[in-house]
Structures are given as C-alpha cells and as structure tokens.
C-alpha cells in the first residue's frame, strides 16, 4: 500500500490533494456528459472532491464514481458515506434501545445486516456507531448512543465496528465505520444541543473516552469530531485530541473526519476567520472536511503564506488514500455497485424477520403489577393513543433509508396476532401533542399531526368509550420519533400533556391500563409509575415494532431489556447516574432527608428506575456471591459465581450483571462500576452457575497523573439484576 500511495502522491498537485480532503454532500443530480452542467460533477471531474455523503441511489453513485476515475486527471475513486445508524432498509431498534438488549451477537449482527445492505446500494462508508457517552436525557442524541457507562459503551462500540467492517474491509459487504463523535459531545451543558462541555482530563480518560478507545482496538477505520469545545477549543480544531490523544496515545493510524460543517463553525465558536479555523483544523489533526468546503477553499493559501505545511498536507491526503486503497477502490472503484446484489439483498424477509427478534430483545418491562403482562388473546382490547397507528413513528430518529409505508404498526400487529379470538377496538384519543408549533418542531419530515377536526376533548371521548366497553386498555403513547435525536432538547422530559390527560381520564375507567411506551431516551414517569398497572418500554424499534411489541403484549417472547441509562424521578436530579462518587457527605442507605447531607429537600436521592434495571415474565432469584479467594495478591485471578434460578413459569433471559468498587484509591471512585455482564437463558424452574473472572486489569483506572494502573486494598464485589439491587462481597488485593 505504502508504494502505491507514495507513487500517487509523487504525481498530484497541491490542489488535487487538497481536493482529496473534501467531504460534500452529493443531494443534486449530477448530468452525464460534457460540460457537467451540476456544481458537484464539475468539481469532481477537476479532482476538488475525495468523499461523498448523503447519496442514496446507486445510480448516482455509479455516475459519480465514473466521472471520478474515468473523468478527473488521476482517475482517484471516491468515498461513499451514509449515515446508517441502526439499519439500513430493515430499521433496527434505535441504539440506546439496542444497547438495552445487553447483548452484544445481536448488536454485531444488526451492524452486519445493515452493511449488508447498505453497501449493496453502493455505500462502502458509514458515519456509525456513535458512542457518546451522556447522562442527560435533556439531550435528544442520546437515542443515538449507548447510555451512560463505558464499560457496556465500549462492548458496544466493539461489536459495531465488528459487525460493519467484517474481518476484511475489501469484501463488497463490509464498509468502513466511523466512530464519534470524538469528544464529549454528550456532556453538552443542560442538555442543550452543540453546547460547552468542559470537565477534567479525569474523567474524559476514565467515563469518556474508553469507548473510543475501544473503537480503535477493534480497527475502526474512521473517526468523526464532534461539534462542540472541549476546554476551550471546539472539538475540530483541538490538536490535543486529535493528534495527543488519538494519535499520539492510542496509535490511531485511521482518518479523521469532521462533522458537518464544524470547521466553518469554529468561526461562530470564535476562532477566527474561515481561513484561520481551516489551518487550525489541519495542524490540529482533521484529515477530511464536511460539507463546509473550508479546506478546499484556504488551504492553498495557507500553504503559500506558510499557515500550514505541504507535511501536513501530504498526511491528511495519505490518510484518505489509504481509506480508499483498505476498501480495495482502487482495485475496483465500483465494488459496491451491483444492481442485482441491491434487488437481493435488501429488506429481505431474513432481514425482517431478525428486525422483529432483535426489536423484542430491546423492550424493556418498567412495571407488571398483578402480572396484568402477557395479555391472553381473548375478550375485547381497547388499544388507545396517538401512536398506535403511526407508521411515521415506528423507526425513530436517524433512519435515513427508511420506506415509512414499510413500518408496522401496533394497531396492524395486534389484530393479526389476535386473528378472531379477540376483538382489538382502536382510538386514537389524543393529539402527539397539541400546540401545533411544537408538532410540527417534533413531526417526521415536518407532517403535522395535530387533529384539526376533533377536538382534544372529543378524541378523548371516544376513547373512554371503547374504553369502557373493554377488559383491558394498551395505551401506545409517548414521544413521537423526532422529539429525540438531533437538535431535539427537551427541558421537561415528560410525557407531553396531550397524552397525560388522556392517561388520566382513562385511569377513571377503573379498567387496568398496559402503557406501551415510545422514547428515544430516559422520561419522568413517576406518575405513571404510580398509577398504571404495567410499562412496557419500546423505545424505537425500528420497521417491525409492531410486530415485536405484539409479541411480548402476547407473551410469545419474555421480555429480558435493562435500561442502558437512569431514569430520574425529576428534571431536577439530573445528571443522575449510578457510578456516581460518594462525597464526603453520603446519605445512609435506606434514609431520606439528614441535614447537612447530600440530598435534595424536595426529592430523595433515587433515581424511579436504576441503571441496570427491567423486569421480565419470569421471576430471577439471585444467590450469595462464592469467590475462589477473598485475599488476592499480583496477577492472581479472581472468581466470582452465582447461581441463577428462574423460579417463574416461563422460560426467560435474565442479564446478570457485575459491578466493582474500589474502597479507597489515590483519587476518589466511583460507588461501583459495571466490569461484567452475562445474558442467560434459563428455562421455567432452571439453575444455571453464572461465573465472573477478573484479573488486575479490571481493577485499572487512570489516575490523578492519567497513569493507567490499579492500586492495591479492598474492593467491593456486587452481582446482581440492576445497578440498585445487588448482593456484596469483600475481598483484599495486594500488588
Ligand atoms: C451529525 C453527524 C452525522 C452528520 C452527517 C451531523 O449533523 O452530527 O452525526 O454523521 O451530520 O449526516
């Protein structure tokens, strides 16, 4: 490759290769033949172009590429890149609700299906996965991420790249990930999107940063900045991140990419001119430009006033062909261009079919009371709420490919899996919500939704009357897709009103109430906790929700999804996550409000659902934690086992979970940290031995010098079904 690339290089010209570290974005059409009468295919003719997003036609793309190699004076393919977040055609869960599965084969395979896919319609690059790690739910994108630990972020962000690069990058059906957005992106002050962040280098290094770090152990091939200032300068002109850490640090030989338009808006974060924040992009470590044109525009001038080197230069441009050589372009620039492996491969029955298992792995059961969960197929269903019958609401945000007339809704699900041995009534009931300005903020492609025709009073009429007439009410409700995800902040994390309201009066029904529950991240439910009987969270399950939630609605599959992220009682609360540090002032266990302690007046200090927590049909009993030694010393291993019974009446996977704390440290520790988790399967009236090992190298963190290493002394060893409830032992290690 090194020859090749050298040989290349030797005969481009400055332009050429600022060309190459161009990322546009290719919406437009462009017309074959001469002259090119579109911007993008004279530019990509000249050589002013190295990477394309956005495109989704593999027609365009196959005359993009023609005009790259057989039209631009080096005949250099270009790059594809879409963001394929979670699927492709075939909508998997959001990846908050997938990081809920705890199970990491089928988030590999999700990544591997949507790869499938996606490169099938000529993509060979993919902006994913996104592994900010946040605790605030304010904050929209946290659909996009894996939740609030680094531990299973990190598991996480392995078995994504796993599943979108194969073990060979050149294979026409694997594509190169991207992971981002490097840093901090979900520590966004008040939740706000594109916010400061600041923090120490403490806890970037320890709940930040491990998995990116992660990322690029399992060879990920691209790395995206992120929008916001990370102590003081934005992300992508930080040359502390990029070229200290990623480069320097953690050996990341990959390229880096910036996120839309962030070099142009280093001008807004006040860094200076376009001209001045393009230099700085470049010697700080970016490789490729998005959309903004900023390298494209200045850079030649830079390098003629000395602002930046032809070195630098050189190295961002060999970054990009090395890109392009892993995936084999230069080989065969039109590898992913294949019309009959499009007709074949995607949204395929297979494909389907694994959407509707992976969707019912992410649910994740809040409350059973009375175990009101399964239904039986019988009797008379009142299913109620604005998002029963909404294909527009089924994928959730960051489905770029989706066909939303190929979702299934809940309504059309349950009254196949009924079939006639119950009758399943339907209303709608309420508004999304009812301010038509915030509908719109919040509506799928900007669809009003709000009923002009009923009022809200009489849609909730109609309700409490097929309410009435019904054994039981599944109300489907919650946040439409768009009110997560991108520039979707929220300040109050409820339930919109609309949908409380008609909660409420429903309740008057004296009826026992099933919320199916729509989110792309963590609500204030303390009401509903309250006062319905059961919650079955669905998050976004991508084109078979409907399908999969009737089959947990029907008991066909046993919930088993625990929660990535904590769900606060209030707004107030957050950020409130469960490796937090203990102070110097800790409220006792099982007390409220002291004085002088940390707690809040209003509000005690537990979150309404933990870290860690879902519940499941079947009933998990937990035994004492055995360990092979409690006095350890070196190298030595520890063993950690529980038995596991399912003492329920149905078969069910239970995610045992393993959690660390480390007494007393050189800088202050977490209460307890996630080392471990193990998915079971275990039949009704099974027992199985779950074992946990762990060597020194679990026991490392980096301290206050960012010096990786463990310290000697006692830990806490917890196993247990959520962060909350677990069952302790001591033990002593020694160097
Ligand atoms: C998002 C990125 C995304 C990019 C390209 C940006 O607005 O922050 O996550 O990859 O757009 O679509």
Known sequence: MAVFIDGLLQRMTIEEKIGQLNLLAGYEDIITGEPHSSIIGTKIQEGRVGAILNVRSLEKIREMQRVAVEESRLGIPLLFGLDVIHGYKTVFPIPLALAASFDMELIQESARIAAIEATADGLCWNFSPMVDITRDPRWGRIAEGPGEDAYLASRIAEAFVRGYQGDDLTLNNTMMACVKHFALYGAAEAGLDYNTTDMSRIRMYNEYFPPFLAAIRAGVGSIMTAFNEV?????????????????????????????????????????????????????????????????????????????????????????????????????????????????????????????????????????????????????????????????????????????????????????????????????????????????????????????????????????????????????????????SGESASRTDIGLPGSQQELLKALLKTGKPIVLVLFTGRPLTLTWEQENLNAILNVWFGGTQSGNAIADVIFGEVNPSGKLPSTFPQNVGQIPLFYNHKNTGRPLPDGKWFRKFRANYLDVTNDPLYPFGFGLSYSDFAYGDPLVNKTNLQGNEELSVSISLTNFGTRDGAEVVQFYIRDLVGSITRPVKELKGFQKVFLKAGESQEVTFYVTPEDLKFYNYFLEFDWEPGEFDIMVGGNSRDVKTIRIDWQK
């Not at 480069?247 to 808006?265: H, L, M, S």
């Not at 890109?323 to 297979?350: Q, S």
């Not at 009797?379 to 989706?402: C, E, F, H, R």
Request: contains cysteine.
């Open 231 to 483: 102590d003081g300068i934005p992300a992508s002109g930080n040359k502390w991140l990029m070229t200290e850490v990623l480069r320097n640090q953690w050996g990341f030989d990959g390229f880096i990419v910036t996120d839309y338009t962030a070099i142009n808006e280093m001008i807004d974060h006040g860094m200076g001119d376009l001209q001045t924040v393009a230099a700085l992009a470049l010697n700080a470590g970016v490789d490729l430009d998005m959309v903004g044109e900023g390298f494209l525009t200045t850079l030649g001038k830079s390098i003629n006033e000395g602002l930046v080197s032809h070195e630098q230069l050189d190295k961002a441009c060999r970054r990009i062909l090395e890109a392009k050589y892993k995936l084999g372009l230069f080989d065969d620039p039109y590898r992913y261009i294949n019309p009959e492996r499009a007709e074949k491969e995607i949204f395929t029955e297979a494909h389907n079919r694994m959407a509707r298992e992976m969707a019912a792995q992410t649910f994740v059961l809040l409350k059973n009371e009375n175990q009101v969960l399964p239904l039986s197929k019988k009797g008379k269903i009142a299913l109620i709420g604005p998002l029963a019958d909404s294909q527009q609401n089924m994928a959730g945000t960051w489905s770029v490919a989706v066909d939303h007339s190929q979702s299934v809704t809940v309504l059309n699900a349950f009254r196949e899996a009924v079939g006639n041995h119950a009758q399943i009534l339907y209303a709608r009931g309420s508004n999304i919500v009812d301010n038509p300005d915030l509908d719109l903020r919040t509506a799928v492609r900007g669809q009003p939704t709000v009923d002009l025709h009923r009022t809200p009073r009489q849609m909730r009429e109609e309700a409490i009357a097929i309410a009435r007439q019904s054994d039981v009410i599944v109300a489907v409700m919650g946040e439409p897709a768009e009110m």
